[in-house]
């Protein structure tokens, strides 16, 4: 079993860049394809982007698609998402996720270890 800590999150305006992490512990990543989802205010946690364990291909949502990069490094066990050119509409609390599907995967469903989340908050 895999344990997951998300760290990065915080105040940014319109047009600035975070950089999100995804510590996990417990388990190496390369052995489960990692993703990124959110929630924000009052909706349904969404899929972001996901990196396959499988020859670490990538798939992003269309909304931040061009914008964020998700990517591992294996040796520090962790995750990462880059957010550039942010928009108030990225606003959100963002988690990480962990599948054991061996390609890219997006059903929030196919993945069953989560982090407590990280907030992200954009302002105009």
């Known amino acids: 079993q895999v344990q997951l800590v998300e760290s990065g999150g915080g105040l940014v305006q319109a047009g600035g860049s975070l950089r999100l992490s995804c510590a996990a512990s417990?388990?190496?990543?390369?052995?489960?394809?990692m993703a990124w989802f959110r929630q924000p205010p009052g909706k349904e946690r969404e899929f972001v982007a996901t990196?396959?364990?499988?020859?670490?291909?990538?798939y992003y949502a269309d909304s931040v698609k061009g914008r964020f990069t998700i990517s591992r490094d294996n040796a520090r066990n962790t995750v990462y998402l880059q957010m550039n050119n942010l928009k108030p509409e990225d606003t959100a609390g963002y988690y990480c996720a962990a599948s054991t599907a061996v390609f890219a995967t997006t059903p929030r469903g196919a993945y069953m270890y989560w982090g407590q989340g990280t907030q992200v908050t954009v302002s105009s």
């Open positions: 417990g388990r190496t990543i390369n052995t489960y394809t």
């Open positions: 990196i396959a364990r499988a020859a670490g291909s990538t």
